[in-house]
């Protein structure tokens, strides 16, 4: 009997738009580094360092960031409800974990974790997201625009100003936007990260409101992923949702259509529980019932998720048992974090033909790279752009994983690099001393490199 050799799927065969998928934070730098991890485990004296520093990715708990203990606590009482009927469960939780525990085991139908729920998730915790919405903006919420999701993630199509601290300038968005109806693509929707990603910029309530009002004239839907809007860390800003924006300037749900994502994954560091969700505003109900379709593709968002996210949204309240401690836990988290961000900052800015704007919300800083042009020609060379080419030498050098700004759409004719802020103080010290050594020594082989290629044109 003879049968077809040849193998049923090829990377010449692969759907080509899977081919195009680019995620710059888990990309190139971040295979060449696990391959970097795998030498120092099997032939450790063959490299410069003994450990990756990964700041490529936001991953707090991966970094350092310990876990709040209330979340902890009502998780581990949620997938152990027999803990709460033993003796010892007084010594070992607080009573305000026990309480919120049963609160919500009554709320899921089966009382156990370890089934599917509604595709949207349990409505009793879609009912306190909501709640808290509400508390936050000053404006309602309802359950059934609330999905619960696995996570939240979206990214951003124009670019900001650099030297007016990140900010968004309207003219931007509409040259944007006018550039690509005349290439005839049909533009429904405008993505804003706020505090932002990869820049690390809050918006102004004023940006906020030009991005509202370009959005109904347009007849554009605002994606707002939301996700850091508890890592807000510059003293003159704070965090405003665009619904809430909306919502003041007197627009309903019949005057404009909006999406807010948000997430555990970054204001609380549980990235691995997956648990987020998105209010939808302004839809028909017909709409509503295509995004419940493909919501229901997927079953259920995990259930761990579903509960992290109503604690974050209904976290304990003043004259509960676990206020005090989670009270504290956060702003030691928060406080910690603003200063390892301001050491890393200082370092960057002191780094020759470095620029770096000052961090105010999310995790990450943006450093410029102002390079040699004979580092540029280099990279040229290599066939990879400048800032790929820096973070490859960075990441051999010295263990530093980074990512290139070029996975952001960096404006034309910048060089950057994204740096996540590690939550481990004795890995940015480490992190400082390594970049130090290393950017100098490259700024003087690319110079002397210029010099030589100077002299010769002489």
């Not at 604690?311 to 974090?337: N, T, V, Y």
């Amino acid at each position: 009997m003879s049968y077809n050799k040849a193998p049923s799927i090829t990377a010449e065969t692969i759907n080509p738009r899977v081919k195009i998928i680019r995620y710059a934070p888990c990309g190139e730098i971040v295979k060449h580094a696990a391959r970097l991890e795998q030498e120092i485990e099997e032939n450790p004296a063959s490299i410069p360092f003994q450990e990756i520093i990964y700041c490529n990715l936001g991953n707090p708990q991966v970094l350092g960031q310990p876990p709040l203990t209330f979340f902890r606590e009502v998780l581990s009482l949620c997938d152990n409800p027999a803990l709460m009927d033993r003796d010892e469960a007084r010594a070992l939780f607080s009573p305000c974990s026990i309480r919120r525990a049963r609160r919500i085991l009554n709320s899921i139908p089966s009382k156990d974790t370890g089934g599917y729920t509604d595709c949207r998730g349990i409505k009793c915790l879609r009912q306190v997201v909501a709640d808290g919405i509400t508390a936050r903006d000053g404006f309602p919420s309802t359950a059934d625009d609330i999905f619960l999701t696995d996570g939240a993630t979206s990214a951003v199509p124009y670019n900001l100003t650099e030297d007016n601290g990140w900010g968004l300038e309207i003219f931007e968005v509409k040259r944007c936007l006018e550039e690509a109806r005349s290439a005839g693509l049909t533009v429904r929707a405008m993505v804003v990260i706020n505090p932002g990603n990869p820049t690390g910029q809050v918006l102004s309530v004023t940006n906020q409101e030009e991005i509202v009002e370009f959005c109904r004239k347009e007849g554009l839907v605002i994606l707002a992923d939301e996700v850091y809007q508890e890592n807000i860390y510059a003293e003159n800003k704070k965090f405003h949702s665009f619904k809430k924006v909306a919502r003041s300037l007197a627009y309903d749900e019949n005057d404009l259509t909006l999406v807010s994502l948000h997430s555990v994954s970054m204001s609380y560091g549980e990235s691995g529980r997956r648990g987020g969700y998105m209010e939808v505003s302004g839809v028909a109900a017909n709409v509503k019932d295509q995004i419940y379709k493909v919501a229901s593709l997927t079953l259920c968002p995990n259930i761990a998720g579903q509960i992290l996210v109503s604690l974050a949204m209904d976290p304990p309240k003043l004259g509960d048992e676990s206020f005090e401690s989670f009270d504290k836990e956060k702003e030691q988290i928060r406080s910690s974090f603003c200063k390892r961000a301001k050491t890393l900052e200082k370092a960057f800015s002191g780094l020759e033909g470095v620029t770096c704007n000052k961090l105010e919300g999310a995790l990450y800083l943006f450093p410029r790279l102002h390079l040699p042009s004979a580092a540029i020609r280099a990279a040229d060379f290599e066939g990879v752009s400048p800032d790929i080419f820096y973070a490859h030498r960075l990441l051999d050098a010295t263990g530093i994983a980074v990512v290139p700004g070029s996975g952001f759409h960096q404006a034309s004719g910048t060089i950057h690099i994204r740096c996540t802020i590690l939550p481990d103080e004795r890995k940015i010290e480490a992190m400082v001393a390594r970049l130090r050594a290393f950017h100098k020594a490259f700024m003087n082989e690319f110079r002397g490199s210029q010099q030589v290629m100077n002299d010769l044109r002489r």
